[in-house]
Each structure stands twice: as C-alpha cells, then as structure tokens.
C-alpha cells in the first residue's frame, strides 16, 4: 500500500481555458493540477489534518487488499496505518486530466520511486498506477475517490 507522494510533474494536462487565466482564475485542469501536487507535498509531511482536508466528505480510498475507506473517520484511520508504516520517495506524473462536466473530473497518474518501511527498515522500488476522481464542492476541487495498483511485474 503506497499512497505518499512527494513529488508531482505535470507531463499531459487537458490544454488551459485561456480566458479563464486572462481574468487570473486558474482553468479546472489547473486547478485539478494544483490539487494533486498538494496532496503530494501533504502527504510527504505526513500531516493528517491536511491530507484529510484535500477529500471530500464522503471520499473513498480504494488500496489493493484493504476494503474501500468511506468517508473521513476511515480515512483517517487508513492515512494513520500508512502514514504509521511506510515513507514513500517517489516522482508523480500525472499522465491525464479530463474535466468531464463542471462537478466531475478524474486523473490518470503513476508513481515511481523508493518505500521505505519504517518499522523493518528495509526498502524497495515504488512503481504505481493510480486513478483520482475529484469533484468540485463549492468552488473547490477535492478528491473523491482515489485507486491504485502496482506495476510491479508478478
């Protein structure tokens, strides 16, 4: 289970509204970007609050091998076990945002790197492939469901 994500390289992103960045709003996929490089940056501080604070009330986290997390007592719960367990260095590029309406959208990243086990003091290569479905709630982008899988060859 590897959700810490430090570093964040935008490579392909939906093309800007210009007009919206004309005025000096950042476009949804901006917006969406920004959103994902935050939760990069919180998680490699490791800070519940914060993280907790980038979901949305009833988000979901889909880890392999665990049942889904639903809502925010377990999420925090599941972000205490990760944070408590593994400390992830890994680059995160998101390969593709879509805006689907003006609620909805997802992103398609990947995450390379190493993780550490804390209590073990070992480590090994990270190689991820995670889906972020965020959903604008009042007037902010937040993540509603996030997945992820290995790419570790079996």
């Not at 990069?40 to 979901?55: D, E, I, K, M, W």
Request: with cysteine.
């Amino acid at each position: 289970m590897v959700l810490m994500l430090p570093t964040l390289m935008a490579t392909t992103v939906t093309r800007h509204n210009e007009t919206s960045e004309a005025y000096g709003a950042l476009s949804d996929q901006d917006q969406i970007t920004t959103l994902l490089r935050t939760y990069g940056a919180v998680l490699s501080t490791r800070s519940l609050p914060s993280v907790l604070n980038l979901y949305t009330t009833d988000g979901v986290l889909m880890a392999p091998n665990f049942a889904p997390s639903v809502g925010q007592e377990a999420l925090k719960k599941s972000y205490e076990r990760i944070f408590s367990t593994i400390k992830l260095d890994i680059q995160f590029t998101i390969d593709e945002i879509v805006v689907m309406d003006d609620k909805w959208a997802f992103a398609r990243t990947t995450a390379e790197g190493t993780k550490y086990w804390i209590e073990k003091g070992t480590q090994e290569s990270h190689h991820n492939q995670e889906i972020f479905v965020c959903r604008k709630d009042e007037g902010e982008w937040k993540i509603a469901r996030y997945c992820f899988s290995s790419m570790k060859r079996l």
